[in-house]
């Protein structure tokens, strides 16, 4: 069955992609920066401010607007530039506020948990809601459902390439 979270990079391929690595390994600093850990605490702080905003919203369908074409062409372009390194951005605090003692585990349940309640979610989200403006991303502007998937699918892959997974 396709739910919401079927795009995304599976919590099964994540934990194959960790297991070569000690707890030790996945709490490193990647040159200077964050640690393979904080890379995932922070994309799934992402996914769970994502579905949070798309709650608060979504109760009012009608306030919602459109996604227009220059979002899609920002979407494409940021993305883009992201690929290429030619664009760096720095993550809003709120998605920086990491557990004191991060594990493997307790990240995968929290990941599970976010995305179950997500899929609950949109299982029988209304499609005229999903084609608005349901979630803005700071410098992209508004996204409708299948962008904010797109956004979430890719900015979790991005992660993943940024600690050489």
């Known amino acids: 069955m396709y739910t919401f979270s079927s795009p995304f990079v599976s919590i099964e391929a994540l934990q194959q992609k960790l297991a070569a690595y000690t707890d030790a390994d996945l709490l490193t600093p990647i040159d200077r920066g964050w ?6 605490y922070h994309c799934w702080l992402v996914e769970r401010g994502v579905l949070a905003y798309i709650k608060l919203k979504t109760q009012y369908p009608d306030a919602l607007g459109q996604v227009r074409l220059l979002t899609r062409l920002r979407f494409f372009f940021f993305f883009t530039c992201l690929k290429t390194g030619l664009l760096k951005v720095k993550a809003p605090k ?3 506020d990491f557990p004191e003692n991060m594990n493997r585990q ?3 349940e929290r990941l599970a948990k976010t995305r179950e309640e997500a899929d ?3 299982t029988d989200f209304p499609e005229t809601t999903a084609r608005k403006g349901i979630f803005k991303h ?4 508004r996204l409708n459902k299948a962008l904010s998937q797109k956004f979430i699918k890719l900015h ?3 992660h993943l390439k940024l600690c050489g997974l």
């Open 94 to 96: 709120v998605v920086q």
């Open 138 to 141: 700071m410098f992209i502007g």
């Open 156 to 158: 979790l892959t991005h």
């Open 35 to 40: 640690s393979v850990l904080q890379h995932l």
């Open 120 to 122: 609950l979610f949109f």
């Open 106 to 108: 307790d990240l995968f």
